[in-house]
């Protein structure tokens, strides 16, 4: 079977490691994002390492039928799908008494209703391909613990470990595994904007920012993005066909259950 990876998010950061270390794994993927540009870049970059491996393609996670046309054209194009990775995520710094109506629906649109589109999307493909396949969505420490500020954040994250256990139970019968990849702090375009605004917020640097968010990594430093898709590579990979429902935590150790 071809190993054909829809991954969302894909043009900056951790989705930019995904697809990256699946190429490098025999996965053709499809880079898909909002900015062509961004997405060109990447697919460049892995088509000169591996010919034909990468696609890109432009989709909004929070419009469902710009997802489902995203899978049809990856279907169409590399004839398979066997992963769908949902890491699109947006990350608004919100104290409380700050949070607005907006910004709730903006993060929720991209956050949980951009997994469940791309979660509807995969099983509409696996069932028309007659397999099964994997589910692999982007939550976050933040979703395994409350971070103060981050109450909008968090809890899109938090939904998300309980939308991979439902669809899990729900589409095991069909040979279809979900888990989900929670991590830490991890140097991306992300962090980096997170950082500036709490250190705005405080009168301090950008330095200052990423200190607070530092603070409690018990390996005593950020996260690379290649060290999340290490993680992600195991789930989407073979090696973790008996696995379903759960959440791999890659923060550093700033979390213990
Ligand atoms: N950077 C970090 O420290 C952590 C990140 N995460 C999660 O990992 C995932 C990836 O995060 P990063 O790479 O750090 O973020 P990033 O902001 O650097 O990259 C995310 C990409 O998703 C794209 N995107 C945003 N909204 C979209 C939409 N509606 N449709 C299509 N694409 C969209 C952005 O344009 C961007 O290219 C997110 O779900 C995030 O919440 C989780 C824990 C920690
Ligand atoms: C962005 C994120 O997921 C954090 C701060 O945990």
Redesign the pocket.
């Known amino acids: 079977m071809t190993k054909v990876a829809f991954v ?10 995904i697809v990256k270390r699946l190429a490098d794994d025999g996965f053709k993927v499809a880079v ?4 062509l540009s ?1 997405l060109e870049r990447v697919i460049e970059e892995i088509n000169a390492v591996h010919p034909g491996a990468a696609l890109a393609i432009a ?5 469902r039928d710009e997802v489902f046309a995203g899978v049809n054209q990856t279907v169409e194009h590399f004839g398979d799908l066997t992963v769908l990775i ?6 608004p710094t919100t104290p409380i008494m700050e949070v607005d109506e907006a910004t709730i629906d903006w993060t929720f ?3 949980i209703n ?1 997994v469940i589109w791309g979660t509807q999307a995969a099983v509409n493909a696996f069932k028309q391909l007659n397999h099964g396949g994997k589910i692999i969505n ?6 395994v613990e409350g971070n103060p500020n981050l109450t909008v ?1 968090g809890a899109s ?1 938090f939904a998300i470990r309980g939308i991979t256990q439902t669809t899990a139970k729900e589409l095991a019968p069909l040979g279809i595994t979900v888990n989900a ?11 980096f ?2 950082a500036h605004e709490v250190g705005q917020n405080a009168g301090e640097s950008d330095e200052w920012g990423m200190a607070q ?1 530092s603070e409690g990594i018990a390996l005593g430093r ?2 690379e ?1 290649e060290e ?1 898709a290490s993680g992600v590579a195991f789930l989407a990979g073979a090696d973790s066909n008996y696995m379903t429902g759960q959440t791999l935590v890659t ?1 550093g150790g700033m979390v213990f259950h």
């Open positions: 969302t998010g894909a043009g900056q950061g951790i989705g930019e490691a898909v994002g909002r900015t961004k989709a909004d996670v929070a419009k949902n890491n699109a995520g947006v990350a649109d991209i956050n951009g982007a939550t976050s420490q933040a979703g954040y994250k990849f929670a991590p830490g702090i991890v140097k991306t375009p992300m962090m904007d997170i968010f950020l996260s993005p999340v923060d």
